[in-house]
């Protein structure tokens, strides 16, 4: 007789049915690929530039060590994901050549390896930084671990409009590490992110619908269906834009800022309604969407960084 | 028959003394493996050294 009802289906790391232990064959680059490293260097510019523009000074080693608790507790977060989601991820063909559904890493390594290097990064930020910053990123870890990974990932098509929260933390260890608070400007930075994620993921989802359906992944196309996926892909830019400029309509940023915000704002408008408007399934237009995401918000902050971290206001 | 058995014995105990055997792809991984977290342990090291020095005698004094 089996424990396991016929039929059920394993969720999570136990259903990636992991070989006894042997000797490992994980080499070095198997788990710095567990850390994510193209997430981590978004995440470490947007904590960069919530710490540039944060008021008062910082020395610069302690800046660094702040920027490297992030970086690694941002890949101690990519590890843990991988390891929950490696059944997910065996079924996807953009992620099942990564170390655990591959089988380079076994689950419990991974699993080890996410553990210490979250401890390490909070504890290490907490000593060397200080506590609230320390105590942000913790809640950003557990968030994106327990709250996106574990329970909404697989279970609503809001995942990543909740779970997105994780990825707009960032600025706001930047600037807690430099100020030891928190007030409007990190906030807006951490809304910036928030209400762009959305557009951002769904325009991958879209051109991702069967990967995602092989692997059971409810995300907004397969639920809703293309159109209102579209739809609301234009919603979340139109709010986005406008929250895009607030940095330069509360005075934090410059004109330089504004501009580029505006101009990279309406092109962004202009293709999120190309892709609700395409009759066709709008592969192409979603591609589009999805790169300019990513140029858009890296402008965003380099502009603000340049501006007031590194140049004073201009304009 | 028994002395079948016992020299089968002598064999599996053989094999047992040996141990886990590791081939050369595993002992290339662990190689790989031990130099990198020689590589971290270190860096950890001089960060702490020189968050030390810059500190001075504050270091333990921090902002809660």
Request: charged share 15%.
């Amino acid at each position: 007789m089996s424990l396991i009802t016929e039929g059920a289906e394993l969720q999570g790391p136990l259903a990636t049915g992991a070989r006894l232990a042997e000797p490992s064959l994980a080499e070095a680059r198997d788990y710095f690929a567990l850390l994510k490293p193209r997430v981590m260097s978004l995440v470490v510019f947007t904590a960069l530039t919530g710490l540039a523009v944060a008021p008062g000074a910082i020395h610069p080693v302690t800046g660094f060590t702040a920027l490297l608790c992030v970086a690694v507790g941002a890949g101690a977060a990519g590890a843990l994901n991988m390891w929950y989601d490696a059944d997910i991820d065996a079924r996807m063909i953009r992620t099942a050549r990564r170390p655990v559904p591959s089988g380079r890493v076994q689950p419990g390594e991974a699993l080890a390896f996410g553990l210490t290097l979250a401890g390490f990064s909070v504890v290490v930020l907490g000593l060397l930084v200080n506590v609230l910053a320390a105590a942000v990123l913790a809640f950003t870890i557990f968030f994106y671990v327990v709250i996106y990974t574990i329970w909404l990932k697989r279970s609503t098509p809001q995942n990543i409009v909740i779970g997105g929260a994780a990825g707009a933390f960032p600025p706001m260890i930047g600037w807690a590490a430099v100020t030891g608070s928190l007030s409007l400007e990190p906030i807006l930075l951490f809304l910036i992110i928030f209400f762009w994620t959305p557009a951002h993921f769904w325009a991958l989802a879209l051109c991702r619908s069967e990967d995602y359906a092989r692997a059971g992944v409810p995300m907004m196309p397969l639920v809703k269906g293309e159109a209102s996926t579209r739809r609301q892909m234009l919603l979340y830019t139109l709010v986005t834009v406008p929250l895009g400029l607030t940095p330069w309509l509360f005075g934090y940023a410059g004109l330089l800022y504004g501009a580029t915000a505006g101009i990279l704002g309406a092109a962004m408008v202009a293709l999120a309604f190309r892709v609700d408007r395409e009759r066709l399934p709008a592969e192409r237009a979603s591609r589009q969407l999805f790169s300019f995401s990513i140029l858009y918000l890296f402008l965003l902050f380099a502009v603000l960084l340049v501006e007031r971290g590194f140049g004073g206001m201009i304009g | 028959m028994t002395a079948a058995l016992r020299s089968t014995d002598i064999v599996m105990e053989e094999k047992q003394d040996k141990g886990i055997v590791l081939t050369e792809a595993q002992k290339r991984a662990r190689r790989s493996r031990s130099i990198a977290i020689a590589l971290s342990l270190a860096a950890l090291v001089i960060l702490f050294y020189v968050y030390t020095l810059i500190k001075g005698p504050i270091v333990l004094v921090r902002p809660i």
